[in-house]
Each structure stands twice: as C-alpha cells, then as structure tokens.
C-alpha cells in the first residue's frame, strides 16, 4: 500500500489517498481544538491514542454487524480505511446530560436521562456546527430518509454497545458524536473517530473525566486521561 498525496487535514486527523482507489489513510495528530477551533493546543501521544482506541472499538463493533471504514492499522498514527464521503452530519448520543444540552436546557450536569437522545448537527465549521433535525436534513437533502434511518438505528446500536463495553471497564459512557460515510457503491458505514476526542468517558465510581473535557475546561491531567482510557481498554 502506497501513501499518495494529502487530500484533506481536519483538526486533528489528516486524509491521504493510496494507490488502492478504494482505500484512504488516516494519520492521527497531536493537535487539539475547542470551542469551533478557536481553542488551540497539543495533547502529547493523543494522536497514537485515539487511532489504537478508535480502531480498537472500530473492530468490535464490526464483530457485533456493524459497518466500519476500519481496514488496518500500519502504524502508531495510521490507519487504512474504505473510501467514504463523510455524511456532513455531527450523529451525537447523550446517555446523561452534559455539556451543550445541560447548558442548553438547564439540566446538571450527570443528570441520568430516562432515554437516549440522540441529536444531529450539521458539520459546518463556519456555521459553527448548528444543532438540527432529521427535516432540516432532508430539507437540505445532507441525506435521505432511509440513509437517516439506517445511521439513526445503528446509532442505537453502537450506543448500546459501547455502554456495555465501558460498563465493564469502569466507564460511564456519558455522550459521544460519530460520523457516518457513504461508500462507493452507496452503502452508509461508520467512518472518523470514537476516542476521548469524541467522546465523554467518566470513571462510573468517581465520575472523574477521562475525556477531552480536561482539555476545553482546562481541568489539568489531559493526557493522563487519554493514557488511562489505553490502560482501561488494553490493560497498559
Ligand atoms: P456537546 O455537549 O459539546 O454538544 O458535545 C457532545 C458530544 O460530542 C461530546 O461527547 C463531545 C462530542 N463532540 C465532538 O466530538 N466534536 C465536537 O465538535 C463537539 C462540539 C462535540
Ligand atoms: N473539535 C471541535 C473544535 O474545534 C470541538 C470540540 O471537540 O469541542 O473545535
């Protein structure tokens, strides 16, 4: 597998084509941004992290029938993946309020909530990644309805499965954003990143935050964190 030209940089992954068409590699950095990028910092060895993390969850949801972009991980930072267009929808799932709704609605923060929400946003950084529903989505045809059904139950599916899986690491699994992709032949698999980036992990005894929320709320120990999410998953 040849690593061609750069085709995208993202905050904190860059996109290269290979000399397969059908295949892409992914190259996970260090960088880390908040607030719509206007948070800038490094969070050192997150990018090796978040790629044995990401394919690590990638590789078990594909055991358990859902479709990935994971092909194979070559090196500490990279990693094969189908080519896809990204779904330009933010899919977010909250199991307990935090962040955003607990501001938006003035629920606390740690607030149980009686059902999964899940939410869509649409990925538009100049917009700043605005909060929509499933009409405004077909409205502005970012997906059809049954490309929207199919992400919204493998959604639930990935939650319930990843809920269980972080149960049985000490994790709550609190809320978390994924992305989707279409392949060539239209078929709408799991693409980008779940890693501390994208998702909130907490200790389900202390409730202490082992996610991406040390770094925008400048909570100290970040890198820590990401290092106790490996040692939870690998045993390392
Ligand atoms: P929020 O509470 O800020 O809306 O975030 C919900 C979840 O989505 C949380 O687990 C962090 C994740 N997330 C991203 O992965 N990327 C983003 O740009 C944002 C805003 C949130
Ligand atoms: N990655 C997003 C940004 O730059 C936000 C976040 O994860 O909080 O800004």
């Keep these: 597998m040849k690593k061609l030209e750069q085709i995208y940089e993202g905050k904190a992954k860059k996109v290269f084509k290979t000399d397969d068409p059908e295949l892409f590699i992914v190259d996970y950095k260090d960088d880390a941004t908040a607030f719509n990028g206007l948070k800038k910092g490094t969070i050192k060895g997150k990018g090796v992290i978040n790629n ?13 029938g ?35 709704m607990s501001k938006k609605l003035g629920i606390p923060e740690g ?49 319930d499965l990843l809920k269980e899986y972080f149960k049985g690491v000490g994790i709550e699994l609190v809320d978390f954003k994924l992305e989707f992709g279409r392949t060539t032949d239209g ?38 964190a990401y290092q106790e999410i490996l040692k939870r998953l690998f045993g390392e």
């Excluded at 972009?69 to 799932?93: A, G, M, N, W």
């Excluded at 980008?192 to 100290?220: A, M, N, Q, V, Y």
Aim: with cysteine.
């Design 66 to 100: 859902v479709p990935t972009h994971f092909v194979e991980e070559i090196s500490e930072r990279e990693t094969i993946v189908k080519k896809v267009t990204i779904v330009p929808l933010e899919v977010i799932v909250r199991n307990i309020a935090a962040g955003s």
């Design 111 to 159: 607030t149980e909530l009686a059902c999964p929400v899940l939410e869509y946003s649409y990925k538009d950084d100049a917009l700043g990644d605005p909060m929509i529903n499933s009409y405004h989505a077909l409205a502005m045809k970012l997906a059809t309805q049954e490309e929207l059904d199919t992400i919204d139950s493998l959604t639930f599916k990935i939650n």
């Design 52 to 64: 044995r993390v990401t394919n690590y969850l990638m590789k078990m949801l594909e055991e358990k």
């Design 187 to 224: 078929k709408i698999i799991l693409a980008d990143e779940i890693s501390p980036d994208t998702c909130r992990l907490w200790d389900i005894k202390t409730h202490e935050k082992l996610d991406k929320d040390r770094f925008r709320r400048d909570l100290g120990k970040v890198e820590d």
